[in-house]
């Protein structure tokens, strides 16, 4: 609209400077045949008036004809000012529309690798959750028999060491399945508000086990408690994962250096990354004094299987574990490192207030035991035996059957004894579930304990729910499942 007007104007302009040129023409032509009659008198006659008189004529319309002319030539000015105007605009619009495409395209493709992460977290998780089922029931059986091992053997017997050994490994592959699961978020966590310095100081004795004794470590806690919702056997991961990279970084030794603080971050202080939103948080931060990484390394440690070790050493799959257990927690991970000078991990989780902190869940107590009668159904032959060795030297009398059926057979006779059925969920035939809602049509007093090596999702499918007070996760000690079930046969 603006420029509108000043295209009238500008055109407009033309035409008066047209007119008074038009009208100032004449009278210089007069001042000038003025001039020239004093001194050519014969001259200024033969150009005007008196000898052409058609030139008055002309001279009269001289204005209007300078005015139309001027008028034209404003029009084509305004109108070429105008055409550079748009031009302008249009070149304005083209170059803001491709920055704007190049951000987008960016965007697209920050998007597209965090899609291919977590697809890539999401195939490894589904993997996992395929074969976990049956680690699990493996991995209860070498457990609970080095458990049992353990038990049997004296003090000072040599063999002790093996058996220890072996419940080692056996910790070791549960924990991996664990972690395996957590790509997929199956894993079986019990979030709680934790004070984030206490579960580092329980953890101390773990990490020193895993660090060699050239490497030194130091703890500087936060003077204040940092409470922080995570599953505590979370955090043993993470700071596992981060100490065992640190010494691997660190192969002439060093110092670890494992530091909480209470954070608080502006939204001015929430551009060193890109996660990072203004609010309260903990910081776990461990860094150490080894070798550092490059920039390309940087960009590649949380992917799943990247590693710069030898096969042997290292799965690559640390940190993309410790990336997956720190956004499930709502939370983000800072590297900072440079090559040769070292590197730090900062891990930031939202503060929470104490008062909202619950009391511990009970703690199973260990291996007691009692005299009641355990029906017990478990379709993996390792997993039925162990259970019912370990149940039956700690005084219970158990009754096996491998599947569903069996076990109503065994209840046709015995149902009067029965207190407790302990049973796995899934199973070929009728389910856990299923066998339990039909024993307890007889006698609905009776108590229940489910077990399984299944993921909720799965689980929640047969109507089973991992959180409940009656039911246990596989892979569990022997000690684990007579706690539970005393629990059980105590409510
Ligand atoms: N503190 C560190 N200093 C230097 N490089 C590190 C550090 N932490 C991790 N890295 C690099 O990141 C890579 C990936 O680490 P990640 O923990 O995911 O796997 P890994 O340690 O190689 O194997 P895994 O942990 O599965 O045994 C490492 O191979 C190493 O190159
Ligand atoms: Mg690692």
């Known amino acids: 609209m603006a420029h509108a007007d000043c295209r009238r104007t500008g055109t407009w302009r033309y035409t008066v400077l047209g007119i008074i040129l038009g009208l100032l023409l004449p009278l210089v032509a007069t001042l000038l045949e003025l001039a020239l009659v004093q001194r050519y008198v014969s001259i200024g006659n033969i150009i005007w008036a008196q000898s052409h008189p058609s030139m008055l004529w002309f001279m009269d319309f001289l204005p209007v004809l300078l005015g139309v002319l001027g008028h034209a030539v404003g029009r084509q000015q305004a109108e070429a000012a105008f055409l550079n ?96 699961l957590g790509f997929s978020r199956k894993q079986m966590i019990a979030p709680r508000i934790v004070d984030l310095n206490s579960v580092l100081a329980d953890s101390r004795r773990l990490l020193e086990r895993v660090i060699s004794e050239d490497i030194r470590v130091d703890v500087i806690e936060s003077d204040c408690a940092v409470y922080a919702l995570i599953d505590p056997v979370q955090v ?60 390309p390394t940087k960009e590649k440690i949380f992917e799943p299987f990247f590693t710069t070790k ?9 940190l993309a574990t410790t ?33 909202a902190q619950k009391a511990d869940p009970e703690t199973p107590c260990a291996a007691e035991g009692g005299r009641e009668c355990i029906l017990l159904v478990e379709d993996e032959t390792v997993v039925r035996s162990l259970a019912s060795k370990a149940l039956r030297d700690r005084g219970y009398e158990v009754l096996e059957a491998e599947h569903a059926d069996a076990a109503e057979r065994i209840w046709t006779e015995r149902k009067a004894d029965v207190d407790l059925l302990v049973t796995d969920v899934i199973m070929p035939g009728p389910d856990g579930k299923q066998l339990s809602d039909t024993l307890r049509e007889e006698r609905p007093e009776m108590r229940v304990l489910f077990m399984s090596g299944y993921d909720d999702e799965i689980l929640s499918r047969h109507d089973v729910y991992e959180g409940g007070p009656d039911f246990i996760p596989k892979p569990f000690t022997v000690d684990g499942l007579a706690g539970k079930i005393r629990q059980v046969l105590d409510a």
């Open 85 to 180: 105007y748009e031009l302008e605009k249009r070149v304005t619009q083209v170059s803001e529309a491709n920055s704007a495409l190049a951000s987008e395209m960016a965007e697209r493709a920050e998007l597209e690798e965090q899609l291919r992460h977590s697809q890539k977290l999401e195939a490894v998780g589904r993997l996992a959750g395929g074969v976990a089922h049956d680690f699990n029931n493996l991995l209860t059986a070498i457990i609970g028999y080095a458990d049992l091992l353990l038990d049997e053997l004296k003090q000072r017997d040599p063999r002790r060491e093996y058996a220890d050994e072996i419940r080692r490994a056996g910790d070791r592959a549960a924990s991996l399945v664990q972690q395996l």
């Open 310 to 318: 030898d096969k042997s050493k290292g799965t690559g799959l640390g």
């Open 323 to 355: 990336y997956g257990i720190v956004k499930q927690n709502d939370g983000f991970i800072d590297v900072l490192s440079h090559l040769g000078d070292g590197a730090a991990f900062r891990i930031y989780l939202p503060l929470q207030n104490a008062a």
């Open 236 to 295: 043993d991961q993470v700071l596992v994962n981060l100490v065992v990279n640190a010494r691997d970084a660190m192969p002439d030794g060093g110092t670890v250096t494992l530091r909480t603080e209470r954070v608080s971050l502006a939204p001015a202080d929430c551009d060193f990354h890109p996660e990072a939103r203004p609010g309260d948080y903990c910081m776990l931060e461990v860094s150490d004094t080894g070798l550092g990484m490059d920039e």
